[in-house]
């Protein structure tokens, strides 16, 4: 149990035996870290309910506390505030194992599209989504991650109508010589996408593709099969460099069968009613007086709508999964999307009652100027340049570029990427940095990656000092506590759990960035005033060993649920 748990059910047991019922007793971390390790405020909305006064109901919760030795001081301050600092011993007991909440979970992230470029946004969603996956896998949840291709619709419609105009003879001969790269792909889309916005008659070609490869035409679905198979090859190599993985590679496609039963379905049962020539579900009546625009299931040109692919999704999710959870890691200005869909899935009883279906929204990647991160040309950012481009970055910082360093800026380049990301708040905004985010000093990957290299060279250094001794033998829980720093680093360590558990209540990766963050501050700290090899006393010695190789496992930890690795050194 956390030392936040304990304190909670600590003062749980004393309202009990005062007779009064409390659940949530407002424990929090202190804001006064100097005075005391966690508060709570128990004792103010309690003296309203019972009518007493608040600072008499803390002076008894204190004199009960006070009697548990986890505790060392218990002080009641202000209007009734319980401060309270865990003993020493209680720190080192050192408890990091995290809770389990044994859920079943579909992610759904990444969400790239067939023959379009990746652009920052993509990566956002596969960041996040690959740290959430981690953050819930070790909080004891299933989690199954879906890259959810968007991979059916208009933008097909338009590629097989541009295909065509530019090479008839691949039309003729069954695409039996198709070899475009992705680039060429890519390229293929962006004419397409010009035509498709200037011109009418292509617009219209396009719509009558898209209708004809959802209704089965062969020749239509062949050509898709290609563009789709080259296009999640190009993304797997990207997401592999991203160390970024899915469970399944499905896509809105997977969902075509199922498509007109779901309407029928809705039709039928009142949900969903014919609006000129479309299929809506209409908004208004539902969840607010206010009116909203409705969410279209089927166009008048009877082509079905990316709304529709989801509601299929969660169809098939249920059916194949039965899960407690449906994430949804996708940008912020998908929210009314995602609002509409979930309350017809609702409506229409498509889920379990406790299946909760979350929208894990994010801000936007922004350039120097406030707009969308774009490339110096000004164009999207793709993935794979800014990969390289941060591994050119990272590369600048080193003297001597060789096997070993080329894989440290690697690592280094990967994780500037995620940490830069997921140490803001996903919701809101952020800067790209160009200049300082490989950076070893500041709020940055490298800073915390650097901590660790710095204590694989402190004990690979102990190792030669002790080869008498053999620290391998060394008893662990030989830790003790000589210095203020040492403590605070014990409670900071007592904190990974606790903060696990609300980066994964939260469904926020920046309280696990802040937390590695201020751990790695705190072993600079000791590294700068303490003498850890060079230390006389051998006990202390061999315990601040001991908590370098504590630290070093919870960072690592750490960054593992960023998603980012750690170089074993980091030279320069
Ligand atoms: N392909 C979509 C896009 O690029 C994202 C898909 C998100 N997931 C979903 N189930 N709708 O905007």
């Not at 105009?165 to 069954?174: G, R, V």
């Not at 206010?290 to 059916?319: F, N």
Request: proline share 3%.
């Amino acid at each position: 149990m956390h030392l936040k748990d304990y304190l909670n059910s600590a003062i749980v047991k004393v309202l009990k035996q005062l007779g009064y019922d409390a659940s949530n007793t407002l424990v929090s971390i202190s804001n006064r870290p100097d005075l005391s390790d966690y508060q709570s405020n128990v004792a103010m909305p309690l003296a309203k309910i019972v009518k007493k006064s608040p600072i008499e109901i803390a002076n008894k919760i204190k004199d009960f506390l006070i009697k548990d030795p986890a505790f060392s001081k218990v002080t009641v301050d202000g209007p009734g505030f319980i401060n309270v600092t865990f003993s020493d011993n209680k720190l080192l007991e050192i408890n990091i194992s995290p809770k389990k909440f044994g859920k079943k979970v579909v992610l759904d992230y990444g969400g790239p599209n067939i023959a379009k470029e990746m652009h920052v946004g993509h990566l956002r969603s596969a960041i996040i989504g690959e740290s959430l996956k981690r953050i819930l896998k070790l909080s004891g949840n299933e989690v199954i991650g879906d890259v959810h291709f968007g991979d059916w619709g208009t933008p097909i419609g338009m590629l097989i109508t541009q295909l065509k105009q530019e090479n008839p003879q691949s039309f003729e001969d069954n695409f039996e010589n198709f070899d475009m790269t992705i680039s060429e792909i890519s390229a293929l889309y962006k004419r397409a996408n010009a035509n498709f916005k200037s011109n009418d008659e292509f617009k219209e070609s396009a719509r009558v593709a898209t209708f004809e490869l959802q209704n089965g035409n062969i020749l239509y679905k062949k050509l898709w099969k290609i563009l789709r198979d080259k296009s999640v090859e190009a993304v797997k190599k990207n997401y592999d460099k991203l160390g970024v993985s899915f469970d399944l590679w499905l896509g809105e496609s997977d969902t075509n069968d199922l498509l007109p039963k779901i309407v029928d379905d809705l039709l039928k049962r009142n949900i969903a009613v014919h609006s000129n020539g479309a299929i809506i579900v209409p908004m208004d009546c539902h969840d607010s007086k206010q009116e909203k625009a409705p969410l279209i299931l089927r166009k008048s040109d009877g082509a079905y709508t990316y709304a529709i692919t989801d509601l299929a999704t969660i169809v098939q999710r249920m059916e194949n999964y039965n899960p407690d959870a449906i994430l949804y890691v996708v940008d912020a200005r998908q929210k009314e999307h995602f609002q509409q869909v979930f309350t017809v899935a609702r409506l229409a009883g498509y889920t379990k009652e406790t299946t909760s279906l979350e929208h894990i929204a994010f801000g936007t990647v922004n350039g120097k100027d406030g707009k969308p991160f774009k490339t110096r040309e000004g164009n999207v950012m793709n993935l794979k340049d800014l990969i390289e481009f941060s591994e050119n970055k990272a590369k600048e910082e080193l003297s001597v570029i060789n096997e070993e360093t080329k894989d440290q800026a690697h690592k280094i380049a990967i994780g500037a990427l995620k940490f830069q990301d997921l140490k803001n708040l996903r919701t809101s905004n952020y800067i790209f940095d160009t200049e300082n985010f490989t950076k070893s000093e500041g709020k940055t990957g490298a800073y915390v990656q650097y901590a660790i290299a710095r204590i694989n060279s402190i004990l690979e250094k102990s190792l030669n000092k002790d080869s008498n001794e053999n620290l391998a033998t060394a008893n662990p829980n030989e830790l003790k506590i000589s210095h203020k720093i040492e403590r605070d680093i014990l409670l900071q360590l007592n904190r990974f759990s606790e903060s696990l558990e609300q980066a994964y209540v939260a469904r926020e990766p920046s309280i696990i960035s802040e937390y590695i963050y201020i751990l790695s501050q705190k072993f600079s700290n000791l590294y700068a005033e303490l003498p850890i090899n060079g230390e006389n006393d051998n006990a202390i010695r061999i315990s601040r060993l001991q908590l370098c190789r504590i630290i070093k496992k919870v960072l690592t930890q750490g960054l593992d649920m960023l998603g980012i690795e750690a170089p074993e050194k980091m030279l320069r």
